[in-house]
């Protein structure tokens, strides 16, 4: 097995004094050759990515602050998932290689929200992260009649994670 790996990028900042604003722009290339030295087989991948990623700070004061941040990136598969001769060591449980799988592509995109009061100790934070995948790695499994298990790993679409979170340490005075 043999990697190659080309990276450069350019970050431009802008911050004046209430806002920040960044963008980023990564290009990375990997060559991948992975020989199989009982059949002589050669998979050659040759992947550029392009990689950008933005952020933006607001703080209106030293006690609150407004952020969102987008960001890229990839993983290439695992030699071991490429290959496409099967891991028979269990019999029972076979893996296959996939030589078509394709690197996978993440879009993070995250927005957060913060307030303290220092004399008071009181605080509210909140925010909200999503995460992408397009061509993320996935196994494929069959049996056959006698119950013995196929595994491949595929590319599969649709792998979304979001949450929400808040936390706070606040004082609520009810008025009669």
């Given amino acids: 097995n043999v990697r190659t790996q080309h990276r450069g990028g350019l970050k431009l900042i802008y ?57 890229t990136s990839s993983q290439q598969p695992a030699v071991t ?34 307030r303290w009061q220092a004399l008071t100790g009181q605080y509210i934070w909140a925010g909200a992260n999503v995460i992408l995948t397009q061509d993320a790695f996935g196994d494929f499994t069959s049996y056959d009649q006698y119950g013995r298990q196929t595994t491949k790993t595929v590319n599969v679409d649709g792998n979304i994670i979001a949450n929400l979170y808040f936390t706070c340490r606040c004082r609520f005075r009810i008025r009669p």
């Fill in 15 to 71: 911050e004046p004094k209430k806002h920040r604003i960044a963008g980023e722009i990564r290009v990375r290339n990997i060559v991948l050759d992975n020989t199989n030295r009982e059949s002589g087989d050669v998979i050659n991948q040759n992947l550029t990515n392009i990689l950008p990623s933005f952020e933006y700070r607001w703080r209106p004061s030293m006690s609150k602050q407004f952020r969102f941040n987008y960001r």
């Fill in 81 to 114: 998932d490429l290959q496409p001769i099967p891991d028979n060591t269990n019999p029972n449980r076979i893996k296959e290689g996939n030589p078509e799988l394709r690197p996978n592509y993440v879009h993070s995109f995250s927005a957060m929200f913060n």
